[in-house]
């Protein structure tokens, strides 16, 4: 038995990919993708042969079984997940457009995940053979009984020395069940030793100001600046973060910054051209910085790891990566 696995949890999701105008009704036809930050992440650790361990919640049937199928496939620990409630949330987003668009339409009211309960998981035993534990600011915005199962899992890792990683990914229409982000996620923060976000997440969701406030008619020099002092902010809030990495994706141009034992670190800047898809990069990245720790990369290889990754993700359809570790490391720069 591997005891060394990464350990994801969150919600799984359709992705319905619909074409502008009504082509997709008249041919009778819409893409699917399975979805999910925290699947996503999975699947691209999977891809690069980390194992993984997933844990969602899902109503026992035959599409069940079906997506349990090919994530078995995908060398994805499926073990723990939860059987319970009614339906798969899903969403609709066109394809090409970015998650934070007015766009998405999401559907996954009372879906499994977002009336899963606490207690209902045992987590001394699904934990059992992990040394990595990954969830997103999403499990949180969903339900009540969402946030108190992502607590308690929290408090299971840390009695059992798990190292915790978050994305600290903001969903403005999600958030709806009478909880703010600021009355929630700090309290989830401090369990955390690895974060990923960008300067605006962080102050949506912890409260930090950014010193600016658009990407837009700023150099690159000025958002490194303004990231490292939000950073450094961060860690003095968050004593128990060690890793802490902010993303720019600007209108033709994508790098990272990362902030490891009081050292800040830039990545290459990679250029953006013809992309195809946006859905997923952030997911791709965070994949990219637990692949890079697990492997112990120096913090030079690890943000430039992370940001090739997320680049090349930008060129693939579906939620999830498939390019190889070769692929990323050849677009290095």
Known sequence: MNIHKVFCFGE????????????????????????????????????????????????????????????????????????????????????????????????RDNSSFANIQKGSIDWPL???????????????????????VCMEALNAATTMGIPISIDLNYRAKLWQYGKTPLEVMPQLVKYCSVIMGNLWAVEEMLGIQS??????????ADLEQAAHKSMLLLKEQFPLLN???????????????????????????????????????????????????????????????????AVGKLYELGDATEQSIEQIKNRML
């Open 12 to 107: 799984i999701l359709l992705h319905y990919a619909p074409t502008s105008g009504t082509h997709f009704i008249e041919s009778h036809q819409m893409p699917l993708y399975l979805g999910g930050a925290e699947l996503n992440v999975a699947r691209a650790l999977a891809n690069w042969e980390v194992p993984v361990k997933y844990v969602t919640a899902m109503p026992p049937h035959f599409l069940t079984d079906n997506i349990l199928g090919y994530l078995n496939q995908k060398n994805i620990d499926t073990s723990a997940i939860q059987f319970s409630g009614n339906r798969i949330g899903c969403f609709y987003l066109e394809s090409g457009l970015d998650m934070k668009s007015a766009g998405v339409v999401y559907d």
């Open 126 to 148: 699904v934990l059992k053979d992990v040394t990595w534990f990954h969830f997103s600011a999403i499990s949180a915005s969903l339900t009540q009984n969402a946030l108190e």
């Open 211 to 220: 010193a600016i406030h658009s990407s837009e008619g700023f150099s690159k």
């Open 243 to 309: 890793t802490i990495a902010y993303t720019f994706r600007l209108a033709d141009t994508y790098f990272g910054l990362l902030f490891n034992k009081n050292n800040f670190y830039t990545s290459s800047t990679y250029k953006m051209n013809d992309v195809k898809n946006i859905v997923g990069t952030g997911d791709c990245f965070m994949a990219g910085l637990i692949y890079g720790i697990r492997h112990k990369n120096s913090p030079e290889e690890l943000i430039n790891f992370a940001a090739a990754a």
